[in-house]
């Protein structure tokens, strides 16, 4: 079965970096896209960056883009995300993501506080 298990998530301070991965496993990891999104207390499940599956594309929303470096090692069959400039607002829960067969599987997230 499809798993997916993120880490590297913690408490760090503004301007502070963290490197999320996320270990995937149950199917053949370069075949497909992989997601990180997030989600802040009280808010909905947003995307934050999308890779290919070779790694060779990869997609932010705006206002990660310059501080959020998703990339992926299929030899690994890991995703990372590399965020840098941490502001308080970060603060969420981040979870990988694949879509397969047409349906999405999620892992158990991570937590990632900003704060001083």
């Known amino acids: 079965q499809v798993q997916l298990v993120e880490s590297g998530g913690g408490l760090v301070q503004p301007g502070g970096s963290l490197r999320l991965s996320c270990l995937a496993s149950g199917f053949t990891f370069s075949n497909y896209a992989m997601s990180w999104y997030r989600q802040a207390p009280g808010k909905e499940r947003d995307k934050v960056a999308t890779?290919?599956?070779?790694?060779?594309?990869?997609n932010y929303i705006d206002s990660m883009k310059g501080r959020f470096t998703i990339a992926r090692d299929n030899a690994k069959n890991t995703v990372y995300l590399q965020m840098n400039s941490l502001k308080p607002e970060d603060t969420a829960v981040y979870y990988c993501?694949?879509?397969?067969?047409?349906?999405?599987?999620w892992g158990q997230g991570t937590q990632v506080t900003v704060s001083s």
């Open positions: 993501n694949v879509v397969r067969v047409g349906r999405n599987y």
């Open positions: 890779i290919s599956s070779l790694g060779t594309s990869t």
